[in-house]
């Protein structure tokens, strides 16, 4: 593995990137809303990276409180960055899913809690077997109240994970770029595609009462 994919690049070594973004041609192959910018009124929306995008984002679709999620790259500098120019790490960006749920049926501390349970959150620059920047574990918040849940979640589940030192990457979410349309629902177009997806085993513990 090169060190140019574990490193990260600053904004003067970027890659350059281009004006025109990738637009969804379609709505959400699973559940039919729309892929676009919007959020509807009452939801919320959080970009967390978990590694591999693909068994990520059906994690999240199929919690009951989801009303859409959509997969991109978030984090970076490169604007309107291409899949091959994520991975070969000259962009900054990691591989994200955005969820937009309803916050009056699935919690935001149950939508953290997947986020922490599903992924190994102290392997740096990797996760699993995928190696490079764009699997690095990342939240990126909107909202003070979800920056602050983050940091108390992040704090509950280190606790539980003993040496084992969190490098999640949590802070305020810069601009979403939407993936190709080959990566949106992946596993639900390819049902036994690649699901690099796994956790350390560990639970979260319970929010104190």
Not at 131 to 136: D, L, V
Not at 141 to 165: C, D, I, M, P
Request: some cysteine; overall charge negative; hydrophobic content about 30%.
């Amino acid at each position: 593995m090169s060190s140019t994919k574990t490193e990260l690049p600053n904004a003067e070594t970027a890659l350059i990137g281009r004006a025109t973004p990738i637009i969804p041609s379609g709505p959400h192959a699973v559940n039919g809303t729309p892929l676009n910018d919007s959020v509807p009124d009452g939801l919320e929306e959080i970009i967390v990276g978990m590694g591999c995008f693909w068994g990520a984002e059906r994690l999240f679709w199929k919690q009951h409180g989801v009303y859409s999620t959509a997969v991109g790259y978030c984090g970076g500098f490169t604007p309107n960055p291409t899949y091959e120019e994520v991975c070969s790490g000259k962009t900054g960006h990691t591989e994200v899913v955005r969820v937009i749920f309803d916050p009056q049926i699935s919690s935001l501390d149950q939508i953290l809690t997947l986020f922490w349970e599903n992924h190994d959150p102290t392997q740096g620059m990797r996760q699993g077997n995928d190696r490079g920047t764009q699997y690095r574990s990342a939240i990126y918040t909107h909202t003070e109240n979800q920056a602050l849940h983050a940091q108390q979640t992040k704090e509950r589940y280190q606790s539980v994970l003993g040496t084992s030192e969190i490098t999640t990457e949590i802070t305020s979410a810069s601009t979403f770029y939407f993936a190709e349309d080959y990566h949106q629902q992946y596993l639900a177009k390819n049902p036994n595609g690649y699901c690099g997806l796994g956790g350390t085993g560990i639970c979260m513990p319970p929010q104190d009462k």
